[in-house]
């Protein structure tokens, strides 16, 4: 796949039940080419808790102009509440916002979890404890 173009505004809601995920796991090549789009998780009352991303180890996430924003990632032990990442993770002019991953043990980071390869550039992370590198 070449990538996912996402219009400025563009909404991708959840509609199945994933397991703590947004969008099922990336094992392959997936390229995101957001112009402005944010991809959300609600925080309405009921909401399910879910990570926005997560990269297997043969996966690979590149994503340019996109926000990530509110992803809880809320079992204890994984962080990464906007994107847990074993692969390879490139992000260039993104913003990661409101993303959570308490945790008493184990990972934490909210916008980034990552045990893999992480490339950053141009990003903005809009809250204090938002990375973690295993």
Do not use: E
Not at 25 to 48: H, M, Q
């Amino acid at each position: 796949m070449d990538g996912i173009p996402l219009s400025y505004g563009s909404r991708l809601p959840r509609t199945a039940n994933l397991d703590d995920l947004g969008l099922p796991v990336i094992t392959g090549k997936v390229t995101l080419r957001g112009s402005g789009a944010t991809i959300a998780r609600s925080t309405a009352t009921g909401t399910p808790t879910f990570r926005i991303f997560d990269v297997a180890s043969t996966g690979s996430l590149t994503m340019n102009s996109v926000t990530i924003k509110n992803g809880l990632a809320n079992n204890a032990t994984q962080g990464g509440g906007g994107i847990f990442n074993h692969g390879t993770l490139t992000v260039t002019g993104s913003t990661f916002t409101g993303n959570s991953a308490p945790s008493s043990s184990g990972t934490s980071g909210g916008g980034i979890s990552n045990s893999g390869t992480l490339n950053l550039s141009t990003s903005w992370y809009a809250v204090a404890a938002v990375f973690h590198q295993a």
